[in-house]
């Protein structure tokens, strides 16, 4: 008993200094995300999707950028195939990519937005889909080509992806049904 109240009490200490040390980068992203996040009060939706939009705000607080980017994109897919739904253009749920061309077509979205979601998917994918080594989307072989270091590269990746993620959200946006 004696031994387990030490290791709590180490975890404890550990994860202080952890959050005292990770406070500031915290701070800065969530000073970030202040600029890009705009919800109204109250929000209904799937639940699923709402949960997604929730945990890809905290995983970037956090600094988790490939479940920012995983979840952020994750949304996206789920919102540009419900307002494909809702506009008939689909009746199922399209693959991310079959959903960026059906929105292309119909022109559902601004083109920038679905360059950019393009660009994620393929970001997105190495870590959704295994690839081989060298294949020209995976982490290693980007951050190499870009001559940044991994981190940074991740950061800017999930930073995009989050802002494109409320950007959609704000669009899709609708009242509620009395």
Sequence with gaps: MANETSIDEQL?????RADA???????ERIKWLSLHE??????????????????????????HFVAALLLA??????????????LGHVTDSPNFAN???????????PEDWL????????????????KEPDHKHNMGVRFRKLRIHPMRMLEADA????????????????????
């Design 38 to 63: 705009r919800r109204p009060g109250a929000i209904l939706g799937r639940t699923e999707t709402m949960r997604i939009l929730s945990e890809a705000r905290e995983t970037f607080i956090d600094g």
């Design 73 to 86: 994109t994750s949304f996206i897919e789920h919102t540009l195939a419900e307002e494909l739904q809702l």
């Design 99 to 109: 959903a960026v061309a059906i929105a292309r077509k119909h022109k559902v979205f």
């Design 21 to 27: 040390d990770s406070r500031h980068a915290r701070v």
């Design 159 to 178: 930073k995009d992806a989050i802002g494109l993620m409320w950007d959609y959200f704000v669009a899709t946006l609708r009242e509620a049904d009395a």
């Design 115 to 130: 360059a950019r979601t393009d660009a994620l998917r393929l970001k997105r994918n190495p870590f959704s889909h295994l």
């Design 12 to 16: 404890s200490e550990a994860l202080e």
